[in-house]
């Protein structure tokens, strides 16, 4: 988890994006009731690798299961 918090940033189609912390989702995944039900960061925190939780910081879709929406569309966010 402390090694998750380091990487504030994701190069994405050449750009850097900064990563989105738990409760700053456009979606309520319960951060004011508790930490995250898959990585179990609290608010505030950078989701740890491979949680089904975290969003792209561009496109707004699971970093787990990352094809960039507008990478693969060949749009612009």
């Not at 994006?17 to 738990?22: A, I, K, L, N, T």
């Not at 700053?24 to 989701?47: L, N, R, S, T, W």
Request: with cysteine.
């Amino acid at each position: 988890m402390r090694l998750a918090q380091e990487k504030t940033t994701y190069l994405i189609g050449g750009f850097l994006y900064p990563r989105v912390r738990y409760g700053k989702e456009d979606f309520d995944y319960g951060a004011e009731a508790g930490p995250c039900g898959d990585c179990a960061v609290v608010k505030g925190q950078f989701h740890v690798p491979s949680c089904d939780v975290e969003r792209c910081p561009r496109c707004g879709f699971q970093v787990i299961s990352y094809i960039c929406f507008f990478d693969k569309y060949g749009s612009v966010c």
